[in-house]
């Protein structure tokens, strides 16, 4: 992607489920499990758009740093449940792992990638799925944030159920 890496770090990264659009550098519309999702890549990380939920994972200037490990909402006939995990790896393991992201990305073609300049190794990717829970239909998705200059990978997975 043409764009600056904005959040350098994995400690930058803000949690938001209130936030309207931010411009996007790359946008995926697709259906999935019956539900219109929006995928959208900014230069400050992902923004995913589905039924009530506007879920922010971005580095926002005025916001409070760092990522939730857990967070549950009820949301009208919704249960939203979000997680975040930062692992640490050696250059080795890096570019593997980032490898096998890339994988993963390539194989669903519900989802998005975006490679930043100045590493092959730099990307934030979403991919989204239906699942089928105890109450009825919902999404998950999972997220990478990538930041080879400190061997970070930034991973989060969260679930949109019915009830």
């Not at 799925?129 to 990478?144: K, V």
Request: with cysteine.
């Amino acid at each position: 992607m043409d764009a600056p890496y904005l959040d350098t770090d994995a400690d930058q990264l803000c949690f938001s489920l209130d936030l309207d659009e931010r411009p996007a550098l790359a946008e995926h519309a697709t259906t999935v499990g019956g539900l219109d999702v929006r995928l959208r890549l900014l230069g400050a990380s992902h923004q995913v758009f589905v039924g009530p939920v506007r879920e922010t994972v971005a580095c926002l200037l005025g916001s409070v740093k760092g990522l939730p490990g857990t967070f549950t909402r009820q949301l009208p006939g919704w249960s939203y449940d979000f997680t975040a995990d930062t692992r640490r790896l050696d250059p080795s393991s890096f570019s593997e792992a980032v490898a096998g992201i890339r994988r993963e990305v390539a194989a669903n073609p519900d989802s998005l990638c975006g490679i930043f300049p100045g590493s092959p190794d730099a990307l934030t990717a979403v991919v989204v799925e239906s699942a089928d829970g105890p109450y009825g239909g919902g999404l998950f998705w999972r997220t990478w944030h990538t930041y080879p200059q400190h061997g970070q990978i930034v991973s989060t997975y969260t679930r949109l159920e019915a009830r």
